[in-house]
């Protein structure tokens, strides 16, 4: 059996709070705004019980995690010093997996870009960034954030109800499932600070960046009409901006991949393997 979660504490300045788990190759889990740890993989444990060490982590202010103390925000820099301490401390030398959902996937790219020598996978789970920050994308952060702020969860939820465009076949999952996730947060004020500044934040430069970086990598895509929030056609460009990209999706009329934790999971378990098998 592989080895339970072990809860752990890195920095102090926020402290960030994760867990780790099983034994063998790392991979580390980088969640979406809004998000916690629990939301890459959705709770599955396949990828432990594949032979792999996971490492996930609420990011600052999100979870269980501290918020930003003064001075500090929830920018990308700040997002990619937090990623860098829990490698530091949890994973320690040599190379490893690293996965991201979102806003989780930028921060992933970030560090791979900085750092292509320590990773040996990347997983891009439905990217949004695409090299520019437009206003219609910062008048839509901006209202969730005032939803959240003045109506708290249940503001936060009629806003994406009311606003997004969800496709009624989709409606009822994704409402419960936002609701789902926003209750695990500790620190709402934190949430609505985040939402304010991440999008404002860079990750990196112009998508051109990608085609330098050498890491094979495997793209999610979600399909528009169940997820508009992560275009589909964003994560098709990162597959073919990346080198050594591979895009992955659901099948028509399918729940998108990215909500499925047992199958995303087993897709990243094999997509690493391969990689594994290639280099022996």
């Known amino acids: 059996m592989p080895a339970g ?3 752990f504490e890195v920095g102090t300045g926020p402290t960030i709070r994760g867990e780790r788990a099983g034994e063998g190759p790392p991979i580390v889990l980088c969640h979406g705004i809004t998000a916690t740890r629990r939301y890459v993989v959705h709770g599955s444990r396949a990828l432990e019980r594949g032979g792999r060490t996971v490492v996930s982590y609420d990011a600052r202010g999100h979870g ?3 918020p930003a103390p003064p001075g500090q925000g929830y920018g990308y820099p700040e997002l ?3 990623l860098e301490a829990v490698v530091s401390a949890k994973v320690g030398e040599g190379r490893f997996a690293l996965a991201g959902h979102s806003m989780g996937a930028h921060t992933a790219v ?3 870009l900085a750092h292509p020598q ?3 996978a990347l997983i891009v789970i439905g990217p949004v960034y695409e090299g520019t920050i437009s206003a219609d994308s910062l008048e ?3 209202g969730l954030a005032a939803a959240l702020e003045s109506g708290g969860i249940d503001g936060f939820v009629d806003y994406i109800d009311r606003v997004q465009g969800i496709d009624p076949a989709w409606r009822d999952s994704v409402l419960r499932f936002t609701r789902e996730r926003m209750s695990r947060h500790r620190h709402l004020e934190a949430i609505v600070a985040a939402l304010r500044e991440v999008p404002r934040s860079r990750p990196f430069g112009p998508l051109a960046e990608l085609e330098a970086l050498e890491v094979p ?3 999610v895509a979600s399909s528009d009409v169940a997820d508009p929030g992560h275009p589909y056609e964003v994560a098709a460009e990162y597959a073919r901006r990346l080198p050594r990209g591979e895009l992955v999706s659901e099948d028509e009329g399918q729940s998108p991949l990215a909500w499925q934790g047992g199958r995303l999971s087993r897709e990243i378990d094999a997509f690493c393997a391969r990689l594994a098998d290639t280099q022996e």
């Open 80 to 82: 990619v010093a937090d």
């Open 217 to 219: 990598s495997l793209v």
């Open 110 to 112: 970030a560090y791979a």
């Open 5 to 7: 979660p072990a809860p």
């Open 118 to 120: 320590r990773v040996s």
């Open 64 to 66: 269980e995690s501290d």
């Open 140 to 142: 839509h952060w901006d």
